[in-house]
Each structure stands twice: as structure tokens, then as C-alpha cells.
């Protein structure tokens, strides 16, 4: 197939899983949250995390201004704070929360939490990418996370929990 369809690209890329995050911040009084699968790690050594921006997004120019987030990477029984925070409208609504670094609303629940200063951000398309550099981190094993994969919410744990495959004698 050609990249001349870009609805069938979309459903290709769909193919590759990932987790669900929501990215916070705070921005003078305004508090910033969004929710995005296109995160990933970088680097360890500086210790950088990558995701990106649709330019259509509302809130991009926010995102530009701040110097620090919180990346949660979401369990997977936060699904309804997964739509919450990928709707326009009152996001913050009722939603608990505690300052972290820089600022950055820190929301309960989390699989992980990476907060990070703002590091870098390039072209990417009609995307705008974001790197992160980790401040700080927190990690809850015992929830499993959310994933994304073929443009729907799936669970790691289907029946049996399987066994954890990590580290892999690999590196990628
Ligand atoms: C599972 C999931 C993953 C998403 N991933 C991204 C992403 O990586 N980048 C992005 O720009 N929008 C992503 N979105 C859409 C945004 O969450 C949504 O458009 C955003 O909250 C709207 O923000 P705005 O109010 O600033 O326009 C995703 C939505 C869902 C449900």
C-alpha cells in the first residue's frame, strides 16, 4: 500500500501497541492535561522521554510555554480518566490531584509517573515533538497498565497474568 491513504496508514500504525499517558501541567493559573499514547523513552544517560503534540490541539501553545510535566502513564482502570482528558471542556472537573514538580498536577492511581523539565521540542510534521528530560519518577508494579493497540483500550492480563519478560537480553 502507498502513504496515500492516510486513514489506512492511521489503522497500520494502529497495529504497533502502546501504553495510554496523561501528560499535566501547570501553566500560571491555568492547569494543563491531555491524554496521549505517542510517549516513549529516549535516552537514559541524559534521561529523556519523547511524545507529541497534534498541532490542531487547543491547548499547543500552553504546551509550548511550559518548562515542566508530569507524565502518568495510566493503570488500566483509569479508561474514564483516559476519555476525560482527550475530550475539549472541563477536564479538571472534581478531578483530585496534588502539585508536583515544577508545578505539574500529579494525579492518584498511576502505573508511573515521570516528571520532567521541558528539554526540547522539533518539527514533527503535523505534530510538534516534545522531549523531556526525568527529574523525577515513581513506579507502582503492582497496577498493570493501560494499552493502546488497533485504535481501542486493551488489558496486559488476559486471564492468567503472564509472566514479566523484562529485561530482555536486547536492546532497541
Ligand atoms: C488513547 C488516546 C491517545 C491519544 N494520543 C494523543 C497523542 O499522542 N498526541 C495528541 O496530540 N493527541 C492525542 N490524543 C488526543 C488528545 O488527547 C485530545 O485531542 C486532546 O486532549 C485535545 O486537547 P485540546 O483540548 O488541547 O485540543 C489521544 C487520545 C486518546 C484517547
Not at 501504553?19 to 501547570?26: D, E, H
Not at 502513564?73 to 482528558?85: C, D, G, I, K, T
Not at 493501560?146 to 532497541?172: C, K, T
Request: proline share 8%; net charge neutral; aromatic share 8%.
Amino acid at each position: 500500500m502507498t502513504v496515500t491513504d492516510p486513514l489506512a496508514l492511521r489503522r497500520t500504525l494502529g497495529q504497533f501497541p502502546t501504553g495510554v499517558c496523561i501528560m499535566t501541567a501547570r501553566l500560571g493559573d491555568e492547569l494543563l492535561g491531555m491524554t496521549m499514547s505517542s510517549f516513549n523513552s529516549l535516552s537514559l544517560d541524559p534521561p529523556l522521554v519523547l511524545f507529541s503534540i497534534d498541532r490542531k490541539a487547543r491547548g499547543l501553545p500552553a504546551w509550548e510555554a511550559v518548562e515542566s510535566y508530569a507524565v502518568h502513564v495510566l493503570a488500566e482502570n483509569q479508561q474514564a480518566l483516559s476519555n476525560r482528558f482527550a475530550r475539549p471542556g472541563a477536564k479538571w472537573q472534581g478531578v483530585d490531584y496534588r502539585p508536583g514538580h515544577g508545578g505539574a498536577p500529579l494525579l492518584p492511581g498511576a502505573a508511573a509517573v515521570f516528571e520532567c523539565d521541558a528539554h526540547a521540542r522539533c518539527d514533527g510534521g503535523d505534530h510538534v515533538l516534545f522531549l523531556g528530560r526525568v527529574r523525577r519518577f515513581a513506579s507502582h508494579p503492582e497496577r498493570p497498565p493501560l494499552v493502546f493497540a488497533q485504535g481501542r483500550y486493551a488489558s496486559l492480563h488476559q486471564g492468567e497474568a503472564a509472566p514479566s519478560l523484562w529485561p530482555l537480553d536486547i536492546h532497541y
